[in-house]
């Protein structure tokens, strides 16, 4: 298990904590070849949340999301965005790769495994697809979470 996504997912809202846990836990166990999972973004501050809305705007870059500070699903800790890490060195976000050669791309297992505790996937979306990305809302809206309700 990777230490890093370990220490990450303490950073998480504590509904989520253990849940992650569980969700890391049987990604590591269907991924049997060269790919393991990390987790590389649970919790973002307002200020980190800025600095990638920056990106393709006021910086160079492709844009990597639409949400400023506040208005991030991370920014409450109910957001994970993820990577494969390929023979424990190199991060790949190819979606489509099967490193283990089970005949499921490796990073649809992670998928599966995240859908299966109810979390919505960014890769699903119509407008902005965002496949590294993950929520767990409890039906709340950002709205919701910026006038201060919280799960």
């Known amino acids: 298990m990777d230490r890093v996504t370990l220490d990450r997912i303490q950073t998480a809202h ?8 569980k969700i890391y836990g049987e990604i590591c166990e269907a ?3 060269r790919a393991t999972c990390r987790f590389t973004h649970v919790l973002r501050t307002n200020a980190e949340q800025d600095e990638l809305f920056d990106i393709g705007r006021t910086k ?4 990597v999301t639409n949400a ?3 208005y991030s699903y991370h920014n409450y800790g109910l957001a994970v965005d993820i990577c494969l890490i390929i023979d424990g060195k190199t991060a790949s976000w190819d979606f489509k790769k099967d490193f283990d050669l089970d005949g499921i791309a490796d990073w649809m297992e992670a998928v599966k495994v995240f859908k299966k505790y109810g979390w919505e996937w960014g890769g699903d979306w119509r407008k902005f ?3 590294p990305h993950f929520q767990k809302t409890f ?7 910026i006038s201060g309700k919280r799960p």
């Open 139 to 145: 039906g709340l809206s950002i709205a919701d979470l």
């Open 68 to 70: 400023r500070g506040g």
């Open 60 to 63: 160079k870059g492709k844009i």
């Open 129 to 131: 697809p965002d496949a």
């Open 31 to 33: 991924l049997t070849g």
């Open 14 to 21: 504590p509904k989520l904590i253990d849940e992650l846990g």
